[in-house]
């Protein structure tokens, strides 16, 4: 939203003087590192390691790039739930 904005100083007395981006707070993992997940954008950056579970509760077979999933909900049992950032070592 704030890119869309045209931040213009006219000198009046409503000029924007400060700006606090609002958005939801990132999911804690739990005690397994995994973060739930209930659709919608990559929550990482593309290039990020991750292993996820499916709705079918089975998860991927190895840990591979974040872009390689389809991260939106359409009702299916390969829907993400969850994912887990993957530590260099792990991988």
């Known amino acids: 939203m704030a890119k869309s904005c045209e931040w213009e100083h006219l000198g009046t007395s409503v000029d924007i003087i400060a700006y606090r981006v609002v958005g939801t707070p990132p999911a804690e993992p739990d005690a397994d590192g995994w973060i739930e997940w209930k659709g919608g954008e990559c929550p990482v950056p593309d290039s990020t390691i991750v292993k996820v579970r499916f709705r079918s509760n089975d998860e991927s077979a190895r840990p591979c790039r974040a872009d390689w999933h389809a991260w939106d909900h359409v009702g299916a049992r390969s ?6 950032v993957v530590k260099e070592k792990e991988a």
């Open 79 to 84: 829907d993400i739930i969850a994912y887990r």
